[in-house]
């Protein structure tokens, strides 16, 4: 059979699977097995364990657990309630202030978390209800922390870009840099819409009755200084070339406990063993998806499939920009069905061959890529973070919640535009930092 035409045949097989119910790292060990023994043989089985085992055996997959715990312990604390107020309280007598706290809330928390549901989770719950109550539509309320929590897989130290730098052999340090910036574009592009939709639809309405003198604005500043610490050493581990990635993120994760601990009086070992627990059950998921992927990966290399697309593409003459473009339907198609990670070791053993032959740079694409899996995480039918909001305020419908989350979709497609026309947005700051790619 014809490699594109049996790559066709394993994309609808794969999808199939996938919607069938099964997990994602198991209907993808399902149809890579099929596929190679249908081709290769009996044999080919022996190889999988290998190739599973093979694709794990790497001492950069240690950050994942590490960064895993860091979101985990301050996602158990009162960390949120602490930033929502401290944003709350400055903001509060400006038009849309409200919202403006909550996404900064969201920005610095996952800034911390690299989690967009825990991200939702810990800011909605305050967030929602105080905005309400002060006659922000449903809508704005609900759509904004949505898209909002979507930024803890582009705002480092994201998970999201740990595994697209172990997927494609990129520094992953260069990776959380190029994400800095694309990711406070996209808070000011959030707070500017939502800034100018709560003056169009409430005026002044919304505004608080409230007025915090600037003594009340400077005491609760200090709950906010153990999160800027625990960033700012994480960073200056990393970038200070005192620690490599993963041991950074043991760094972050031994601050983010100790500050759980110490600050926030989580002594109780039944708390502990939560914030563990749930860490190694998220851990295990993705590291289970990632070696899946690796023998998907050998599949299709291994039927001469991914080569065949990518020279099949390679090979059609058509301008740069219209390729990305079609690159990103892909990827934005892909989001509304498969979790980022999924995506990201499904796809990038394709595509990065086309976007490095096309001129593009691979972390200027990694940031690409990461917004348009945000998109998927506020998109049905999938919209992981949609189900979060109406999980928190049930009596939402999800349709509001959804038509209160496109307009943040909107910013989002923007931001990928003017990357494709500012590229030195995302690339800017890595080579400030650690120099141009040799």
């Known amino acids: 059979m014809d490699p594109l035409t049996l790559g066709a045949f394993v994309a609808i097989v794969t999808v199939f699977v996938l919607f069938s119910g099964v997990s994602v790292a198991t209907g993808l060990l399902i149809v890579s097995g099929g596929f190679l023994v249908v081709f290769d043989g009996m044999r080919s089985l022996e190889l999988m364990p290998e190739m599973f085992f093979g694709k794990l055996n790497s001492f950069a997959l240690l950050s994942i657990p590490m960064f895993i715990i860091m979101g985990s312990a301050i996602s158990s604390t009162r960390a949120g309630a602490d930033l929502y107020e401290a944003l709350e309280r400055w903001l509060t007598r400006v038009p849309g202030g409200l919202v403006m706290s909550n996404l900064g809330a969201c920005a610095l928390f996952s800034a911390m978390s690299g989690s967009s549901p825990a991200t939702c989770a810990a800011i909605g719950k ?58 406070l574009m996209l808070v000011g592009l959030f707070m500017a819409w939502s800034v100018w939709s709560t003056w169009r639809n409430t005026g002044l309405s919304v505004m608080s009755d409230r007025r915090y003198s600037l003594r009340e604005k400077l005491e609760i500043l200090p709950r906010v200084i153990p999160f800027l610490l625990v960033i700012l050493g994480v960073l200056y581990a990393m970038y200070g070339g005192i620690a490599t990635p993963s041991e950074t993120a043991a760094v972050g994760a031994l601050l983010c406990l100790l500050m759980a601990i110490v600050i926030y009086r989580m002594w109780s070992p039944a708390s502990l063993w939560v914030v563990l627990r749930d860490s190694t059950r998220e851990s295990v998921m993705i590291l289970f998806i990632i070696g899946a992927a690796g023998v998907f990966s050998y599949m299709l290399s291994s039927l001469f499939i991914t080569q065949s697309i990518a020279m099949w593409i390679s090979g059609l003459d058509v301008n740069r920009w219209v390729l990305m473009g079609a690159i990103n339907v892909f990827l934005l198609i892909a989001g509304f069905f498969l979790p980022p990670v999924a995506v990201i070791l499904m796809a990038t053993p394709i595509l990065l061959p086309i976007v490095l032959a096309a001129d593009f740079d691979p972390y200027w694409f990694a940031v690409v890529l990461t917004i348009n899996m945000e998109i998927g995480l506020i998109s049905p039918p999938v919209g992981l973070n949609l189900y979060v909001i109406n999980s928190i305020a049930p009596d ?32 800017w700051l890595p080579e400030l930092v650690m120099g141009p790619v040799i």
């Open 396 to 427: 939402i419908k999800l349709k509001t919640i959804l038509k209160g989350s496109m307009p943040y979709v909107g910013c989002m497609v923007l931001a990928i535009i003017i990357l494709c026309f500012f590229p030195a947005i995302a690339t």
């Open 126 to 183: 305050m967030g929602i209800p105080e905005m309400r109550k002060r006659g922000y539509p449903d809508e704005v309320a609900a759509g904004s922390i949505a898209a909002g929590g979507t930024l803890g897989i582009l705002i480092p130290p994201s998970v999201t870009m740990i595994v697209y730098g172990i997927a494609t052999e990129t520094s992953i340090g260069r990776l959380f840099l190029a994400g800095v910036v694309p990711g």
